[in-house]
């Protein structure tokens, strides 16, 4: 399946962190969303295949996020703040006649102190 | 106004009553998912529907697109079904987005 790493990560404030993502062989499309607490979940941000992703979803200019040879995944968080503490969750899909599956990874459970 | 809403909120069943959650969106959309969420936070999806209906076990999912709404019922539900339903939706627009309800809380009591 999808497999994320860090699983858990703790970090002090202003650090940079990053978020790791491996998507199913073949999968071309992946997702990165996130969770708060007690919250439900947010897009983040969109990869197709080799075309620019939709970075619509992303809460600001610290996060940024890339995807390399259509496949890995990395989203990196700067200077973190205790906001950004939350879920991340990582999903890669497949199109089959028209039609598109999503699978989800275990999420990291990131929390800034 | 929420772009995507869902009904109810929380829900408690007992075991083998039939359930169902609602999903309703105010925008145009080029695919509605079903998703599961466990407590600890496993997400799981479960359908993926653009029209009329879908049946996987006890669970089925329809959606009618001229009204905006799709539902998500559960047969004979039981105890291990109790996790947060989500209604997501992927919008047409000049890109990519997925758009996810407030998700429904749904336990069921053996």
Redesign the interface.
């Given at each position: 399946g999808v497999s994320q790493n860090p699983r858990p990560k703790i970090t002090k404030r202003g650090q940079d962190v990053a978020l790791r993502c491996d998507p199913i062989s073949g999968h071309t499309a992946l997702?990165w969303?996130r969770?708060s607490l007690g919250q439900?979940?947010?897009?983040l941000i969109?990869f197709?295949g080799n075309s620019a992703p939709?970075k619509?979803?992303l809460p600001s200019d610290r996060f940024s996020a890339e995807r390399t040879g259509g496949s890995v995944s990395t989203l990196t968080i700067q200077r973190t703040q205790q906001e950004d503490s939350a879920?991340y969750?990582c999903?890669s899909s497949f199109f089959r006649g028209g039609?598109?599956?999503?699978?989800?990874g275990?999420?990291t459970?990131l929390l800034v102190l | 106004k929420n772009e995507v809403e869902q009904s109810p909120q929380n829900l408690t069943a007992q075991e083998g009553e039939f359930i169902t959650i609602n999903c309703s969106y105010s925008v145009g959309i080029s695919?509605l998912?079903w998703?599961q969420q466990h407590p600890g936070?496993?997400?799981?999806?479960l359908f993926?529907l653009?029209s009329g209906k879908k049946k996987h076990g006890r669970l089925i999912a329809t959606i009618n697109i001229q009204e905006k709404h799709s539902s998500l019922h559960i047969t004979a539900s039981h105890p291990r079904d109790s996790a947060v339903y989500?209604c997501?939706v992927?919008v047409v627009t000049s890109?990519?987005?997925?758009?996810?309800?407030?998700?429904t809380s749904l336990s069921v009591i053996p």
């Amino acid at each position: 399946g999808v497999s994320q790493n860090p699983r858990p990560k703790i970090t002090k404030r202003g650090q940079d962190v990053a978020l790791r993502c491996d998507p199913i062989s073949g999968h071309t499309a992946l997702y990165w969303y996130r969770q708060s607490l007690g919250q439900g979940l947010e897009f983040l941000i969109y990869f197709q295949g080799n075309s620019a992703p939709d970075k619509s979803g992303l809460p600001s200019d610290r996060f940024s996020a890339e995807r390399t040879g259509g496949s890995v995944s990395t989203l990196t968080i700067q200077r973190t703040q205790q906001e950004d503490s939350a879920v991340y969750l990582c999903a890669s899909s497949f199109f089959r006649g028209g039609r598109e599956t999503q699978y989800f990874g275990p999420g990291t459970r990131l929390l800034v102190l | 106004k929420n772009e995507v809403e869902q009904s109810p909120q929380n829900l408690t069943a007992q075991e083998g009553e039939f359930i169902t959650i609602n999903c309703s969106y105010s925008v145009g959309i080029s695919a509605l998912h079903w998703l599961q969420q466990h407590p600890g936070g496993g997400i799981v999806s479960l359908f993926m529907l653009s029209s009329g209906k879908k049946k996987h076990g006890r669970l089925i999912a329809t959606i009618n697109i001229q009204e905006k709404h799709s539902s998500l019922h559960i047969t004979a539900s039981h105890p291990r079904d109790s996790a947060v339903y989500i209604c997501a939706v992927g919008v047409v627009t000049s890109y990519d987005k997925v758009i996810f309800g407030p998700g429904t809380s749904l336990s069921v009591i053996p």
